[in-house]
């Protein structure tokens, strides 16, 4: 008999103890993120978030986090789904956003510093909403992807899926180095509205760290965006060009492209070297590595000696 009391007595203590602990367990999940704007944000779990920025609704899917998103703006459409859109990424609302009630907006430093946005966080933040401002997204490469995914993966709390995404990166990545071409082509990117309306990117931006990852190199002499002419096209004389899939469909495919001012006059144009890349790499996101594994094997081939 005594011998049950002391088992009943130790199975109870045992059982106070796990309920004293759970308070403790719960305040525990809750996770304090310093933004790229100095401003530290407390959230728990979020439920209800506003991701503004492709690349932000792309990272919260990959950590398996979706259904928390309740707004997005409107570069927020891959994967495909029916995130409901606050407007324009450079025009952000506040009191759009405020309506979707977020207990946290997710945006990134570059996104908030455009066109009208400059003075949206502080609305938002003076009417009691969270805001976390991840690193800029056409900065930093995949290291900056890097960032912002652990950031994120702090967030809601899933440091193991975020570790398990970079791990991903990096099987990616050893598949790129091998599939690199042997002589690196000199690439330019363009920027193309239509056949009358096209500019040179520089060496800024994601189209720059795609070019480089696969294997190229930015024949671009600045690091601006500039007008395209067929005088400054044709002395830099690119090996490749690149151009978004909508910016080459808008151009009337490679036939079209072959218009543009100086293009025919480069090696580029000669060759018929002009290649499509994804509209979202402005914007480095998850997919970068899957974008230079594509365009590495492709030049691999078109550039063996």
Do not use: C
């Amino acid at each position: 008999m005594n011998a049950r009391i002391r088992t009943f007595h130790l199975r109870t203590a045992a059982t106070l103890l796990l309920l004293s602990a759970a308070p403790t367990l719960s305040s525990a999940s809750a996770a304090t993120v310093r933004g790229a704007d100095g401003v530290s944000v407390t959230v728990t779990a979020p439920k209800r978030v506003v991701a503004l920025n492709a690349t932000t609704v792309e990272l919260i899917y990959r950590l398996g986090k979706q259904g928390t998103i309740v707004g997005t703006d409107v570069t927020g459409t891959y994967p495909p789904n029916k995130i409901p859109s606050v407007g324009h990424w450079a025009q952000l609302p506040a009191e759009g956003i405020i309506a979707l009630k977020p207990d946290l907006v997710i945006g990134t430093a570059d996104n908030f510093a455009t066109g009208t946005n400059p003075g949206v966080v502080a609305k938002l933040r003076g009417a009691g909403v969270k805001v976390l401002v991840l690193p800029a997204t056409d900065t930093g490469g995949l290291n900056g992807v890097r960032t912002r995914l652990d950031l994120l993966g702090q967030v809601y709390g899933v440091p193991g899926a975020a570790a398990a995404l970079n791990r991903s990166f990096d099987t990616t990545l050893a598949a790129v180095k091998a599939n690199q071409p042997a002589r690196p082509p000199r690439v330019i990117f363009l920027y193309a509205h239509g056949p009358n309306d096209a500019s040179i990117y520089g060496t800024s931006g994601g189209a720059n760290d795609l070019i480089e990852l696969a294997g190229g190199v930015n024949a671009a002499p600045f690091a601006d965006t500039r007008t395209l002419t067929a005088e400054a096209l044709v002395t830099i004389n690119p090996d490749a060009i690149i151009l978004l899939d909508r910016g080459l469909e808008a151009v009337g495919g490679v036939d079209g492209a072959l218009k543009l001012p100086g293009v025919a006059q480069t090696n580029a144009g000669r060759n018929r070297r002009i290649y499509a890349v994804d509209n979202s790499i402005r914007w480095i996101g998850p997919r970068l590595p899957e974008f230079a594994l594509k365009l590495a094997r492709q030049w691999k081939a078109d550039f063996k000696k």
